[in-house]
């Protein structure tokens, strides 16, 4: 099969990899990419939002499949031309990506379709958030409406703080003030053709910049899968994703489909685990970053039967997706500075060396060729895979890698999956 990959991050790297991986002969293309997308997929020079010159490049090139990574694209409604023009798409259209684009639009999905998530109300004004973060008092959790690269979040006992991250965002629209829920967040990935659903495996991912869970928001800093602690709680993880299929995954997917907007692409949810049950964080309209990078290496069944099942809705004639007993850790190597200021340009050494290490493979986040060698273009860099029988193994050979990479100034977390290891 011929497939169209679009985006640049280690997301789409993870990706591109399990399709390679396959070994079905695949002729993969990836636009734009990036150096590391580049050993792996032919890169192409599409701009991701340019649908005439994507569907003109898939005509041209017999491409049966077209996959959009990032949530930009998505939520501005790349996939709806595409598919008006009979192209394979796995990726929702512009109305039903607003589950991440719009908290607004979630929040009332979520209410429709009797979904348990955190009480919320929207602010249009400095005074309507104070009054707000009063009322619902401490820990506060304030959202931006709309996308911001997974930094329009603030959860802090600090009421000042929370009240500036408030008034940073209301130029562009009401903010969301939500009740701090406590518990185990857990990231939980659906395939959809717009009826039926297939979970993935859950993962846990680590939003804060620093260890122990401190610092300001990222897009992510590190992920492992599975999640063993599930087993305490539920009795099995199968347990755990039966009940969240049941009570969120399908509810949403029907209403969506009841309103007209069916969502065809892969619905993640962000959930926490309280002890009045799983609630609902927030959805996105995409495959999680960097879940992704750990959830699939996972995956026993081929990524592309069921991407290409989901754009051409025949998801019901697959199996649900069997995994490898084997767990996977990643750790994500980011540029100095990152995320208020990162520094970029700076050269990455050492990758050849990391990937010697038994298990351990390297996603590419944000590197480009620069006079022979690789240099640091954004962010988040690099994503350090591990995968091994134990999550002690599985660390081990992790942080063995990451100390033969060199990135000047670069940090990384040193306690992904240390609770379960």
Do not use: C
Not at 129 to 138: N, Q, R
Not at 145 to 161: C, E, F, P, Q, S
Not at 358 to 387: Q, S, W, Y
């Amino acid at each position: 099969m011929k497939i169209l990959v679009l985006g640049s991050g280690a997301r789409e790297h993870a990706i591109v990899l399990a399709l390679v991986n396959e070994g079905a002969g695949h002729e993969v293309f990836a636009a734009p990419g990036n150096a590391g997308l580049g050993r792996d997929a032919r890169l192409v020079d599409l701009d991701m939002f340019d649908t005439d010159a994507i569907a003109g490049f898939v005509a041209e090139n017999g491409i049966a499949l077209v996959v959009v990574g990032p949530e930009a694209p998505l939520v501005a409604g790349v996939a709806d031309p595409l598919r008006e023009r009979g192209i394979a798409v796995f990726g929702p259209g512009k109305a039903a990506a607003q589950l991440e684009g719009s908290k607004a639009f979630a929040k009332r999905i979520m209410e429709s379709a009797g979904v348990p998530t955190g009480r919320a109300a929207y602010a249009a004004t400095p005074d309507e958030a104070a009054a707000t973060l009063d009322a619902f008092g401490a820990p506060y959790v304030v959202k931006a409406d709309g996308l911001a690269a997974g930094k329009g979040v603030i959860v802090t006992d600090d009421r000042a703080a929370a009240l500036a991250h408030a008034e940073e965002f209301l130029p562009g629209g009401p903010v969301l003030i939500e009740e701090f829920l406590a518990g185990e967040e857990v990231s939980l990935f659906f395939l959809s053709d717009g009826d039926t659903v297939r979970p993935l495996s859950p993962a846990q991912d680590f939003k804060r910049a620093l260890d122990g869970d401190e610092g300001p928001n990222t897009g992510g800093m590190g992920a492992y899968s599975p999640l063993p602690w599930l087993t305490t709680q539920f009795g099995s993880q199968e347990a755990f994703v039966r009940e969240v299929t049941e009570r969120v995954a399908l509810p949403v997917i029907r209403q969506l489909d009841a309103e007209g907007t069916p969502f065809v692409g892969l619905l993640y949810a962000g959930l926490i685990v309280t002890t009045d049950g799983v609630k609902v964080i927030e959805f996105n309209a995409r495959f999680g970053d960097p879940e992704t990078q750990i959830v699939l290496p996972r995956m026993q069944t081929p990524l592309s039967q069921l991407l290409f099942a989901a754009a051409t809705g025949t998801l019901e004639d697959q199996p649900a997706p069997a995994f490898s007993d084997d767990v996977a850790v990643t750790v994500v190597v980011a540029s100095e500075g990152y995320p208020a200021a990162p520094v970029k340009g700076r050269e990455i050494t050492g990758l050849d060396e990391a990937e010697k290490v038994p298990g351990v493979h390297v996603t590419h986040a944000a590197t480009a060729k620069e006079d022979g060698g690789l240099i640091a273009t954004g962010g988040r860099v690099l994503n350090v895979v591990a995968t091994a029988p134990t999550f002690a193994e599985a660390r081990d050979r992790a942080y063995e890698a990451i100390a033969l990479i060199g990135l000047e100034g670069s940090h990384h977390r040193t306690d992904i999956a240390a609770k379960v290891a």
